[in-house]
């Protein structure tokens, strides 16, 4: 992977990271995850006139892209009816490059090199480190079956995405239309589910919707282009690092707690990438 490209999306992560930081709101979760796609599908629309519209070979990769966002909200909110943030994160966000990487195998034909596979699993291990601690006495096995599917639809659209982005040519134009399809997706999905009185409860929170919407375009923007330059499941994986700056900016700006345990976990994730960097 380039230097620039591997920046890039360190950079991404770290954008990820802080509007996960920005919207504690007190809305659950199903509700900040559709005002954050909301948000973020209202920006895009203010781009859509200065970039093209998707060639005919990339609509199908944005629709299934919109479903398996839908997929993605339902079971991240039910994982979280059965643990808290600090184990449904990093069992679902640290087991979705795994699966990237076997699925970009077989479904893209990518091919990368031993030391990069090592660098992914130990990067993987250090997040997947940062969930063994007490839960709070709700199923294990339902945060387990719900996180893991979690993972799978972050796979699944983040395939999709990588997928649509090559055939588009054009990575800024997909993710400004993906955005925008997937906005207008959530806002039908949360107006069908909880009814008109939702906007009652979005309304207040819309500057924070988007500005977090904003970041997460951006942040995800990048990533798409970085598919483009760089194998998915590296790209993958390095997005995931966003877990280490969540961590650094919930110890520096709101002054929480930083267990051994995690710190050791960050260290690892760290190793991880450098192994990534430099096989």
Not at 14 to 40: C, E, M, P, V
Not at 140 to 149: C, F, Q, W
Not at 218 to 225: F, G, K, N, P
């Amino acid at each position: 992977m380039e230097t620039s490209v591997f920046v890039m999306v360190i950079a991404a992560a770290a954008l990820h990271a802080g509007w996960n930081a920005l919207l504690k709101i007190g809305l659950d979760r199903f509700l900040t995850a559709s005002l954050i796609q909301i948000g973020a599908g209202i920006v895009a629309l203010l781009a859509l006139p200065f970039v093209a519209v998707p060639h005919a070979a990339a609509w199908p990769w944005i629709i299934l892209s919109a479903l398996l966002h839908i997929g993605y909200n339902l079971f991240l909110s039910r994982a979280y009816q059965h643990g808290d943030l600090g184990q449904v994160y990093p069992i679902s966000r640290g087991s979705s490059p795994l699966l990237v990487a076997v699925l970009s195998i077989l479904l893209l034909g990518e091919v990368f090199p031993a030391g990069q596979w090592l660098g992914l699993s130990v990067l993987v291990g250090g997040i997947w480190l940062m969930a063994i601690r007490g839960g709070h006495g709700k199923s294990s096995r339902g945060l387990l079956i719900n996180a893991l599917l979690t993972a799978l639809f972050i796979a699944g659209y983040t395939l999709a995405d990588a997928s649509g982005a090559r055939a588009n040519g054009d990575p800024l134009s997909y993710s400004a239309w993906l955005f925008a399809v997937n906005g207008l997706v959530m806002a039908l999905v949360i107006l069908g589910q909880r009814g008109p009185a939702v906007i009652t409860a979005l309304g207040p929170h819309w500057r924070a919707g988007l500005l977090g919407g904003a970041m997460s375009m951006l942040a995800y923007s990048i990533a798409i282009w970085a598919m483009t330059h760089a194998p998915v499941a590296l790209v993958s994986a390095l997005r995931e690092t966003s877990v280490v700056f969540a961590l650094l900016i919930g110890r520096l700006w709101l002054k929480e707690s930083l267990p051994p345990l995690r710190a050791v976990a960050c260290l690892i994730i760290l190793a991880g990438v450098a192994m990534m960097k430099l096989a």
